[in-house]
């Protein structure tokens, strides 16, 4: 298969030479490697994009019409859950592909960063894809190395992606792609040096994360009611399944039913409620759960200070309260667990 470059990530890092080449800034090569499942297969042959005034070398190309000047806040606009510029890199440019349908049959915006860290170039891609899994690295390799990854902070450390690594005559290639099946987005980070023993992609796809755009993070809980009310019956089921396991009982199920979301005023009605400053990332409610307990278990402990269990049905009603907060990662958890304020 015929080896191309058509990043400018993968132009410059071969030889010194070939990085004082050409004093003009080239825009990503168009892109065209498309993949409709998982498996990262060979993309289909296409044009390559014409070179630069420093077309002696090899990899580097001229402007792509198509492309466009960015910002980072425009990206971040155009793709939830965008990756970050890694600490301690140094951005190169930010640049969008408003129309990629030729290239990869989607026309939602291709986003393309390029940046240096370390003394290496690196180029990351995003885009919304839906259902499909693209490559859109733009890189043809025989590739040498393949593995399957998880990457450990995106989608909440379920992430999914695969690692690409060409030795070749130049020096090597590394590509890392993964797939937010979520939203249905695709994510590309590709680097080339003469040398990448010892070097790990995922890594700097990991300081890529950006919780700050992360749409599950910052959700305002008491404006949405349908939303914070799933949330809070999927973390109060939790939190009252672990009380119950460490006090030595055992529920076979437990139900949940929110019986009153606190907003902005009836906080301010309820003053232990206003004291607590709940911000938008947090929301205080009332609720019942019906427990359906374990064989053999302590009714007792699964009744706790307010519960009232059926005589014929054997279900436990438990009336309780709490604060859904926001972690971190961005997923929810149940704080300030009781039976009043």
Known sequence: MKKRILLLAVMGVMSAAM???????????????VQTNPEVTEAPETTEAPKGEGAENPGEVGMANPWRDSTEEEAKELIPRMFAVPDGAEVISWMVLDDPTEANGKSDPLVDLQFTMDGRIFDARAQITGDDYLDLSGLYYDWTVEDDVTLAKWGFGNMQGKTFRSINENG???????????????????????DLDGFDIQAVAEQMYNADNEPLSGYTLKDDTEYCTEQIQIAMAQALMDAYEESGAEAESITVIVDKIYDSETEAECEPVAEMNLGKDAAAFECHCEVVPAEGADVNILMGANGVQDEETGVITVYLLGVLVTKEDGSYAVENLGTGW
């Open 19 to 33: 990085l004082a080449g050409c004093g003009e800034k080239a825009a990503p090569a168009e892109n065209s490697a």
């Open 172 to 194: 090597m290639v590394d590509l890392l792609t993964w797939y937010d099946t979520e939203i249905g987005i695709s994510y590309a980070l590709s680097v080339a040096a003469e």
